[in-house]
């Protein structure tokens, strides 16, 4: 855990005291933990009174899919801060509300003092090394192999090994007390996470390595000791099990390792849940009580693309150009075309270039966002190229919604439904020049 330097201890001392007397922070004392708490909120150094919404930190966080997930579909407050690489993602989150920080997650300390009463952790790292549209690197043996050798010391690295373990190494030798055993878990083992992160570097694609921040974070934050409730992550379907059973072994294998009692993974297809889009990802879940993915709902009706963009049926999307015919079959070769009388092909970035057949017009951005189940007046910053591989990269809202709702008490179908009829029923009461009211 991170020493807080005494010069911050009293100044959040005075804020805290400010704060519970109502009335503002003195503005040097606001400025010692704006300085101390960077790049996080100055607020984040001290401890939430009751009735303060729960802290969430949402990594690779993107445009805003988990945070509108929370905020829009489920109605839920909470204190949120998402982090990015990404400019244009960052821009676009924070014109729809979201707070970022736009920088390298490696670059950061997962024991941050200004993290120590964060509740959630949520993680997406990118998914092109493991996805059927990308270079498949993170199939790799070698690669894998790498990864999991770093995964399975983080545990370890943390302070959360289990002293049970290291009396099987160590053949049940009565000196384990001297080791230093806090809690029963065995001490820290002395590698940083940077020297963890350092060990990533023979991967053939550096993407694949950013996996391990989801472990590296959630032991390190609870290390500086944060009341971690549960863990959230998202990634391409694709995603080797192997990577899956060592991070599930890492967090709670014997129920034991930092602490978790549950985890759970498995593949949910948005067209299921009623979104316009087929979008096919794998979800891990762990938390300190008893949790599941969510199940498509019997009374869902689906959603074609037709229907959410409020086209009439019969429309086709040429997605490839002119593709050379087939004399076998008289098709485009390839396959260049597909109906909008069902749910829409899964979007990548090249779904800038979809057109409809009928009248060459391209897809729009906010089109493209309503398909992933965006509401029709969210923000796309960037170049038309910039905003379609941000949605193809999201995390649609409604799934988030779906499959956080739990960790707030809320009935999450209940909510995704009432989402999804004001997303796309309203094609059934207004017509189209009738949006720009109703938005």
């Known amino acids: 855990m991170r020493i807080m330097p005494p010069a911050v201890a009293t100044a959040v001392h005075v804020a805290t005291l400010a704060r519970k007397s109502g009335l503002p922070i003195p503005p040097k004392v606001y400025a010692v933990l704006e300085a101390a708490a960077n790049p996080w909120p100055a607020e984040w150094l001290l401890a939430p009174l009751p009735g303060d919404p729960i802290r969430i930190v949402e990594l690779f966080a993107g445009p805003g899919g988990w945070s509108e997930g929370i905020a829009v579909v489920l109605g839920v407050k909470v204190d949120a801060v998402g982090v990015d690489v990404s400019k244009d993602a960052c821009a676009t989150a924070r014109a729809a509300g979201h707070r970022r920080i736009c920088i390298d997650i490696t670059t950061l300390d997962p024991e941050h ?3 120590r009463y964060v509740r959630g952790l949520i993680v997406s790292p990118p998914c092109p090394s493991f996805s059927p549209a990308g270079k498949h690197s993170g199939q790799d043996e070698a690669n894998i192999f790498t990864l999991c050798r770093v995964l399975a ?10 002293g049970n373990e290291l009396d099987d190494w160590c053949g049940g030798c009565d000196t384990c007390d001297e080791l230093g055993y806090h809690d029963g878990f065995a001490p820290r083992s002395g590698v940083t996470w940077d020297e963890l ?56 294998g014997g129920q034991e390792e930092g ?33 599941y993915l969510p199940t498509p709902a019997e009374n869902v009706r689906p959603t074609t693309m037709a229907q959410a963009l409020g086209w009439k049926e019969g429309e086709r999307i040429n997605t490839r150009g002119v593709r050379p015919i087939d004399p076998a079959t008289g098709r485009a070769k390839g396959g260049n075309e597909f109906s909008a009388d069902k749910p829409s092909n899964c979007l990548t970035g090249k779904a800038r270039t979809w057109k409809r057949v009928s009248d060459g017009l391209r897809l729009t951005p906010n ?35 779906r499959v956080l709702a739990q960790f707030f008490d809320v009935d999450g179908e209940a909510l995704a439904a009432d989402y999804l009829c004001q997303l796309y029923r309203l094609n059934e009461f207004l017509d189209s020049e009738d949006y720009d009211t109703v938005a």
């Open 113 to 115: 003092i200004a993290l």
């Open 153 to 162: 010391q983080t545990s370890e690295a943390g302070g959360f090994l289990p």
């Open 197 to 252: 992160r350092a060990q990533l570097a023979p991967l053939t694609d550096p993407r694949i390595g950013l996996m391990a921040e989801l472990l590296f974070w959630a032991f390190g934050m609870q290390a500086a000791g944060a009341p971690l409730q549960f863990i959230a992550m998202e990634q391409s379907s694709r995603l080797p099990q192997q990577i899956l059973d060592d991070i599930r072994l890492e967090l709670c």
């Open 259 to 291: 602490e978790w009692y549950w985890s759970t993974e498995g593949i949910l297809e948005a067209s299921e849940f009623g979104l316009a889009s087929r979008r096919e990802r794998v979800f891990f879940l762990a938390s300190r009580r008893l949790s």
């Open 367 to 401: 089109e493209a966002g309503l398909l992933v189940g965006f509401r029709r007046s969210y923000p796309g910053e960037g170049s038309r190229t910039s905003v379609f591989q941000q949605l193809a990269d999201v995390v649609p809202p409604l799934m988030a919604a």
